[in-house]
């Protein structure tokens, strides 16, 4: 997903739901988001990535619920 503006559009949607994380490539071209906050406003977030309207072509999302582990400001793009 590299190149197309795909983590910058992830940032962007994550700070619309006040969430903090991160969005990094992989070597492979995933890319890896990372978020915490609200449970519905991840929600909303896995929603927008499963959307279509993304930058890039996404073929899969897998998502993982776990406990916030804390300590992260901002939503980077690594």
Request: charged share 25%.
């Amino acid at each position: 997903m590299q190149g197309v503006g795909f983590r910058w559009w992830t940032r962007s949607k994550a700070l619309e739901l006040c969430l903090v994380g991160s969005a990094r490539n992989l070597p492979d071209g995933r890319v890896v988001v990372v978020a915490e906050g609200e449970r519905h406003s991840c929600g909303l977030l896995l929603d927008a990535l499963r959307s279509g309207s993304t930058p890039g072509s996404v073929d899969h999302v897998v998502e993982q619920w776990s406990a916030a582990r804390g300590g992260l400001q901002g939503f980077e793009e690594r």
